[in-house]
């Protein structure tokens, strides 16, 4: 354990794209998506303490509880009961992703607490068993913790990693609209239609000949979502635009960062209320 402060990003996911294939029993669906991340996101920092806190700060910080509720919080104490561990950790929260947005901001908070906390306490413990220990706690944590280009199958934990040829290093841009939207109204509000496989083969070939298929549920229920689209779709030098996860956030790629940083300037001066980062995939 160390006295000083250590800190990992939750860095932003993004669902190039996203299959809705079956609903099932258990009420979840088994889905087949492409996760990307982007170079930016949350940033969870640790303090050795004797018991275990949270606080948070951040643009998106206000409102959201930093109790036992918070994934962070629920990550800590998953980790630190799978293998003893009795110490305790201060951490604090930058909180710059918006809240129940379709970038699983606090999927990658929970994810960064896992690998920040396996470091802060000496654990050593591998991916597959930080991933383990995601899965029961929200089926967008698995693919986080390594934060790579990934095809995440079942409910999204069953990985594997992408050859990111076409993707990495890709500028890109995220447009939320400020609507909180839950996951699971979205995938409840979903028609049941099979609308076929994802392709194999490299994400963004992939992804193009693909689907987000919880785009129309998500507009129906947040009909800014199609606006937000509509407003990447124009800009100079954008390559593919969709929304990620269950909305609301959308992204788009461009082919030059400048492209990307000169939508963002653009959307941010039209649409003031909305949030809008631009970056690279990572
Ligand atoms: C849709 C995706 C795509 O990456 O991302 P987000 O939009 O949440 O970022 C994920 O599958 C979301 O993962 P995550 O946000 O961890 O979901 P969970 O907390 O496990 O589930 C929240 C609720 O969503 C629904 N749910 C989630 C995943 C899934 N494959 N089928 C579902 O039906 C269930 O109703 C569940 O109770
Ligand atoms: N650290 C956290 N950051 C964000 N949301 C959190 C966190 N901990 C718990 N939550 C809860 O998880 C829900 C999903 O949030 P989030 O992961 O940001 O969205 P999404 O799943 O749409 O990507 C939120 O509604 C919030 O109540």
Redesign the pocket.
Known sequence: MTGETAAETGWAKINLALHVRRRRADGYHDIETIFAFADFGDILSVRAADDVTLTIGGPFGEG?PADE????LRAARALAGAYGIETGAALM?D?RLP?????????A?AAAALRLLNRHWGIDADEKALCAIGTALGA?IPACVGSRTQRGDGVGEQLRVLADDDVRGKAVLLVNPGTPL??GPVFAAWDGADRGALAGGLPLAAARDGRNDLERPAISLCPVIGTVIAALEDRPGVAFTRMS??GATCFALFEAEADAEAARAAIAAEHPGWWAAAGRLR
């Open positions: 959201l509720s918070n994934l962070v929260l909180k809240v129940a947005s379709g970038i699983g901001g606090g999927s908070d967008d839950g996951t996860g269950s």
